[in-house]
DNA sequence: TTGTACGCGTTATCAC
DNA sequence: GTGATAACGCGTACAA
């Protein structure tokens, strides 16, 4: 690997000429300045990130954490991080599993976006103490260094279930996601609240995990219960999916039998049959949203907390009682 | 944030004592050792990146570089990649965008993973030739500091032509990938042999781009020649999804005046009516392979190509004539 | 206009 | 066992 030191060796000039001519200082002979461009060149020089991150302390990287790289869900919300990000100048990379903390300790980054239960409060607490930037998707942390994206939560769940309500639908079961999220807790408060304002509304809740096989088994516990029509609320659609999968193989019919709506609308919930209704939002919005703040905190700029509106997609899973 | 320094400080010793202390040498007293590892997590102290893989030209950091987050095509890889990386002790990030190809030329990772279209072969080639090791999925490359670990493209096409062949299917259309694409020249090839082992069989290709817009455009074009039955395989699932989705806004039926065959058996496939036949094979060994392939290249051990085999899965949206 | 010298945080090689 | 010190590659005041 060519370095500054080569290109200066063969140039017959000191290393910071060569520096002042790679970052176009005005303090170099336009003809010096083209020699030493050509050497660079010649020798495929490129700065080695290491050394101009140790001494600039800021890489123009951005970190995205993710729980996995799994389901359909995280391609828009990345596309969207990476366009407003490269437009500022910043590099974006992806990076999942809890080695990955590392990565975000040893300041590989100049600031993250985070939408990874599997980093506690604590933890970036913690980073944010120590300088780290970060932008949360999901959960609320107050810290100067520390701003939060989030989806609105309770409008989306109070939609889908008066959605059922409206419908006629008086048995609701409703599959939580798993113990400590804060997207599942801000849902379920909704539900609640809807429910008490409709006194004859009977409300069931199942706990699930977000993932298919939470699906799956409140399928089977509501199969196995089933009694008559009912509607089901999966707090989101991957778990929607994965009940979809279990019932399939049983007598009951969707959207007769079982009337089912889900939350996020992934690709997935277009092409099954019968369409599944759910709540939409735009996950390329928020990506742009939450890295544009990002960057505001790193630049020292005042932000605000912003919030992602959601939007009911009526369709053939749910049918009137 | 806490340096090395600020611990020396703080424990009255010299850097270099509490080096070694942090890297458990043996030539430092157990009490001593212990006063500075305490001191060092009450400053929450973390080994800057920068300067560590500065010093030790290593960063244990991999780098998957894909052309995109789109899709459920590239989560499995990805979850296959990463279970074996970290086993061996190196993070995973993932990569994408022309803006990215920064990342690997400025050394910030060990190594490289490459399945992206993106990257010229001259790019590759002059990575290789500075020193960078990496693994190719999507071409093939004559170089010590490259491997490459493909898809049995031809075993691929070749079932999913004879497929369509055994079960009757004489006019078959073809739709590409992009120009220049690996995988598309490989698995044409294969179809083009097919096809001149059986005489009988009349094939037209149609251009396409691997995305579902290519797949509707191919779409169009078969709806508005239709005279009756034909089969169509469709290079990959994504336009296979495509050309579902513009067929289905015809008076055309899949599975019965258009038989369908794809490849990568992506989720989706499994999800959409009638079920897309497809070829299938192991996207998580896939990943995981071409990470073991990579450390080795790193480790100096001896590699050899390797091959992920495929099969085929039948499904109604081809049925016989 | 160019060269010298130092610092960034870490590791490694020496003396002591 | 411990402590200076040089080196990694780059950027930048400051001196020449």
Not at 69 to 86: A, C, H, P, R
Not at 91 to 102: E, F, K, T
Not at 264 to 276: A, C, K, V
Request: hydrophobic share 40%; proline share 3%.
């Amino acid at each position: 690997m060519a370095s500054i030191k080569d290109i200066a060796k063969k140039a017959g000039v000191s290393i910071s000429t060569v520096s002042y001519a790679l970052n176009g200082s005005p303090k170099v002979t336009d003809e010096t300045c083209a020699r030493i461009l050509a050497i660079a060149k010649e020798l495929n020089y490129v700065p080695n990130a290491a050394a101009r991150s140790l001494k600039k302390k800021e890489s123009k990287i951005i970190g995205a954490f993710l729980p996995d790289f799994s389901g359909g869900f995280y391609g828009d919300l990345l596309q969207g991080m990476k366009g407003t990000l490269i437009q500022k100048g910043y590099d974006l990379v992806v990076c999942s599993g809890p080695q990955s903390h590392r990565l975000l300790a040893e300041k590989l980054f100049d600031g993250a976006l985070i939408l990874d239960h599997t980093f506690s409060d604590e933890q970036l607490l913690n980073f944010a103490e120590l300088g780290h930037r970060l932008v949360v998707l999901d959960r609320e942390l107050k810290h100067p260094n520390i701003n939060h994206v989030l989806l609105d939560n309770k409008a989306g769940a109070s939609l889908a279930m008066e959605y059922l309500i409206d419908l006629g639908h008086r048995k609701i079961y409703v599959v939580t996601g798993p113990e400590g999220s804060y997207d599942s807790k801000q849902r379920m408060a909704a539900v609640r609240q809807t429910v008490e304002r409709n006194s004859d509304v009977e409300c069931i809740e199942i706990s699930g995990d977000f993932n298919r096989t939470g699906g799956e088994r409140a399928g089977k516990q509501i199969a196995a219960e089933f009694a008559g029509p009912v509607a089901v609320f999966c707090l989101n659609d991957e778990m929607a999916i994965g009940m979809y999968d279990y019932i399939s193989e049983t007598d009951l019919e969707m959207g007769k039998d079982i009337h089912i709506i889900g939350f996020d609308n992934i690709e997935l919930s277009e092409y099954i049959r019968p369409r599944l209704a759910t709540i939409d939002y735009s996950k390329k919005k928020w990506g742009s949203l939450a890295s544009e703040q990002l960057i505001k905190i790193i630049e020292g700029k005042p932000v605000e907390n912003e919030r992602i509106y959601v939007t009911l997609v009526k369709a053939e899973s749910v049918k009137p009682v």
